[in-house]
């Protein structure tokens, strides 16, 4: 059970979490999240590719993208909810759409275990955050490579993931931008010392080197299409990434 029919009280996330969040009293070293991402995958063979990193992913990341928001088209809301029918992974659903208050609770109601959309795509980003928190859905922030994290800072209380592009939201394949690092130093901070229960997802060129800058940066979560599809044997990359993730993670002061 990984979707939006938990029941209010107990959050969804919390059967996905294995290891507590930084968070106020801190002592713990977050949970590293490896999520591969669907669309650097086979699409004539999706359900197989998806069960295929069951084993080591800890969620499956789902690029949704409408041609507006991002001039690429991808997977859409049926192929989202023929996927939860064959695998178990909690979904981490990516929407890379205009106007994603039209579509995102349906997304929540196809079982996604959290559902992320653009901060400058939304009239209203808090209030569309509380609608997935109110199906006991997590709400995430995305902030793509020309938006400023600043603006949004005040926000994440409402928010349970922040998604900080490491390339232009789009396509896959890209090169890491090392650059854009800055902002998930500035919103670790921030979290930080907020105290804030937040995941923070760094998503594009991310491989068995690029992971080690971003959770040295502050990410506790990852998203990989390239790097785990392209490899012969994803199950294997999703570890090296964990080991990367993991060590860095340690040396972070
Ligand atoms: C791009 C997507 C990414 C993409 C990452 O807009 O949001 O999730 O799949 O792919 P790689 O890891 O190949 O950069
Ligand atoms: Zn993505």
Redesign the pocket.
């Known amino acids: 059970m990984h979707g939006a029919r938990a029941g209010p009280a107990v959050p969804a996330y919390a059967c996905a979490v294995t290891t507590p969040a930084r968070g106020a009293d801190g002592p713990a070293l977050p949970a590293v999240i490896i999520a591969p ?1 669907l ?2 995958a086979d699409f004539a063979r999706l359900g197989d590719e998806a069960t295929a990193v069951e084993v080591d992913a800890d969620w499956l ?1 789902i ?1 949704v ?1 409408d041609y507006h928001y ?1 001039p690429n088209l991808t997977i859409g809301l049926p192929v989202v909810q023929s996927l939860r029918k064959v695998t178990s992974l909690p979904f981490d659903c ?1 929407l ?1 759409i205009d106007e994603p208050a039209r579509w995102a609770m349906d997304y929540a109601e196809a079982g996604a275990l959290n559902v992320s959309f653009h901060a400058e795509a939304c009239d209203d980003p808090v209030a569309l955050a509380r609608a997935l928190r109110s199906e006991g859905v997590m709400a995430g922030l995305a902030i793509d490579r020309d938006t400023a994290v600043e603006p949004y800072l005040e926000l994440l209380p409402h928010f349970d993931t922040l998604l900080i ?1 490491t ?1 232009k ?6 090169a890491f931008m090392p650059e854009l690092l800055d902002k998930v130093r500035t919103a670790r901070r921030h979290i930080d010392s907020g105290h804030l229960q937040l995941r923070l997802e760094v ?4 491989d068995e080197n690029t992971v080690i800058e971003a959770a040295l940066a502050g990410a506790d979560a990852f ?5 785990v599809y392209g490899a012969a044997d994803p199950g294997a990359a999703i570890r090296a990434l964990r080991r990367s993730a993991h060590a860095a993670v340690s040396n972070r002061s």
Not at 169 to 174: L, P, R, V, W
Not at 203 to 206: E, Y
């Open positions: 991402s669309l650097a990341h690029d993208m991002v990516h890379m592009m390339i939201a789009g396509f896959g394949g890209q998503d594009g060129g991310v998203v990989s299409g390239t790097a």
